[in-house]
């Protein structure tokens, strides 16, 4: 049972819109920590998507963006593409647990 | 260029400890800015925070795992390691070390901001 809730799988057609969630408590979303969301693909180590519930590191592209709003965050990736299936993670801290917590992660599937 | 290069022994035999070295280039674990920690992904499952060291000495750990869990760092070979005793089949897992932010860092946000490759560790005897 993770600390923050994903959904376990989201899909869309090439050229879509999806949309990720990922909903915490009052000690760590809700408490006014961040929302970090990650990519895996298969193998690979995860690397970082949204840092800071809305930052993009460079090189990843506008069209994925994130927000953050009372105990959620959500991921946004627009204009889908084959690439973008992978796992994805949310990730935050969580103040009672004095820990870093995850989300169960969510599959991206492109039909 | 920041490097994080995870090793250790494959294979761990149920009951035994689990030793892993985390090998930091290109940065100091010793800065006041960052944390080292410990991630680990069983196969075909989601990421699980292990716990973390600070610079200062400082450790944390997720509470389920608190009693068999150890971290700790050598600055002299810029190194964290990790010990997990009692090991079981649940813990097979690919490691994985990270950099990231935390409360009593300089840093504004508390990401991962990069990973090492990973290590597989299969417990089986």
């Known amino acids: 049972q993770s600390v923050l809730t994903q959904p376990p799988s989201v899909s869309g057609a090439p050229g879509q819109r999806v949309t990720i969630s990922c909903t915490g408590s009052?000690?760590?979303?809700?408490?006014?920590?961040?929302v970090h969301w990650y990519q895996q693909l298969p193998g690979i180590a995860p690397k970082v998507l949204i840092y800071?519930?809305?930052n993009r590191p460079s090189g990843v592209p506008d069209r994925v963006s994130g927000s953050k709003s009372d105990t959620s965050g959500t991921l946004a990736i627009s204009g889908l593409q084959a690439e973008d299936e992978a796992d994805y993670y949310c990730?935050?801290?969580?103040?009672?647990?004095?820990?870093?917590?995850f989300g169960g992660g969510t599959k991206l599937t492109v039909l | 260029q920041l490097q994080l290069q995870e090793s250790g022994p494959g294979l761990v035999k149920p009951s035994e400890t689990l030793s892993l070295t985390c090998t930091v280039s290109?940065?100091?674990?010793?800065?006041?800015?960052?944390?080292w920690g410990w991630v680990r992904q069983p196969p075909g499952k989601g990421l699980e925070w292990i716990g973390s060291?600070?610079?200062?000495?400082?450790?944390y750990y997720k509470v389920s795992l608190k009693s068999r869990v150890t971290i700790s760092a050598d600055t002299s070979k810029n190194q964290v390691s990790l010990k997990l005793s009692s090991v079981t089949a649940a813990d097979t897992a690919v490691y994985y070390c990270?950099?990231?932010?935390?409360?009593?860092?300089?840093?504004?946000?508390?990401?991962?901001?990069?990973w090492g490759k990973g290590t597989t560790v299969t417990v089986s005897s």
């Open positions: 990270a950099r990231h932010g935390g409360p009593s860092g300089y840093l504004p946000y508390y990401d991962m901001d990069v």
């Open positions: 290109g940065g100091s674990i010793s800065s006041s800015d960052y944390y």
């Open positions: 060291f600070y610079y200062s000495g400082s450790t």
């Open positions: 009052s000690s760590n979303i809700g408490a006014g920590h961040d």
């Open positions: 800071g519930n809305r």
């Open positions: 990730q935050s801290y969580d103040s009672s647990l004095s820990g870093w917590v």
